[in-house]
């Protein structure tokens, strides 16, 4: 079993691109998150996905942001006309969600996608 | 809105000691708290996982407390190791708007362990 993963690592874009990051959760898990974390600071919650549906976004999300998990499995986050106020890394997290209760498992985070908009 | 402060911002201790990192939460009405270790550049790495009925969980060195109606939780590292030396991050778990869960994290405590 591998963990979480992301892809890329490592984006170096110029301001006013798009970029997309990926990420592939721990395959028996039903949630995964999105957070971003900027120097010195510890991660904020930017949304979530249960199954294929996105449950809860942050006001963090600007409308320059749509996050997508098409078939329940991985999950892309899409920035569009970046802005040097998105460089962050930014972090996917899965969990278990047993059916039926609302008892959330432990989050497991991936490597993160270190994001340098110049 | 949910608050977490962590206690110290950071901390260098010589091998071998034992220490504390304090993390505190302002609502209480919290399903559970995970502490996470963070090295450079990397991603986080869960350490340990408290539910809200539960007072401490222990992993090898690590002991974690909670105590919810005052809003703290404390990770206790015993005999410090080099290896040790990383940001060690408090996030809180709760719950809003029905079942939407999530976790609100603190600034994180940046440990040294000199040898």
């Known amino acids: 079993d591998t963990g979480v993963s992301q892809d890329p690592r490592h984006k170096i874009t110029k301001r006013g691109q798009n970029v997309t990051f990926r990420c592939d959760p721990i395959s028996e898990h039903n949630r995964l998150y999105w957070y971003r974390q900027t120097l010195g600071q510890g991660p904020e919650f930017l949304t979530y996905?249960?199954?294929?549906?996105?449950?809860?976004k942050s006001r963090l999300l600007s409308d320059r942001f749509s996050a997508e998990r098409p078939k329940g499995s991985f999950s892309t986050l899409e920035i569009q006309r970046t802005e040097q106020g998105d460089s962050a890394m930014y972090l996917c997290?899965?969990?278990?969600?047993?059916?039926?209760?609302?008892?959330?498992?432990?989050?497991?985070f991936g490597p993160g996608t270190r994001l340098t908009v110049t | 809105k949910q608050e977490v402060t962590q206690i110290p911002a950071a901390l260098s201790v010589p091998e071998g000691e034992n220490l504390v990192l304090n993390c505190s939460f302002t609502?209480?009405?919290?399903?559970?708290l995970q502490w996470f270790r963070q090295d450079p550049g990397k991603g986080l790495t869960s350490l340990l996982l408290i539910q809200s009925s539960q007072r401490e969980q222990t992993s090898g060195r690590l002991n974690a407390s909670l105590d919810k109606s005052s809003g703290r939780s404390t990770l206790y590292i015993a005999a410090s190791q080099p290896g040790d030396s990383a940001t060690y991050l408090c996030?809180?778990?709760?719950?809003?708007?029905?079942?939407?869960?999530?976790?609100?994290f603190g600034k994180g405590t940046l440990l040294t362990v000199n040898p």
């Open positions: 997290a899965s969990s278990l969600v047993k059916g039926g209760t609302v008892g959330v498992g432990e989050q497991y």
């Open positions: 609502d209480s009405a919290i399903y559970n």
């Open positions: 996030a809180v778990g709760a719950f809003s708007g029905g079942s939407n869960y999530k976790l609100t």
């Open positions: 996905f249960q199954n294929e549906a996105q449950l809860e």
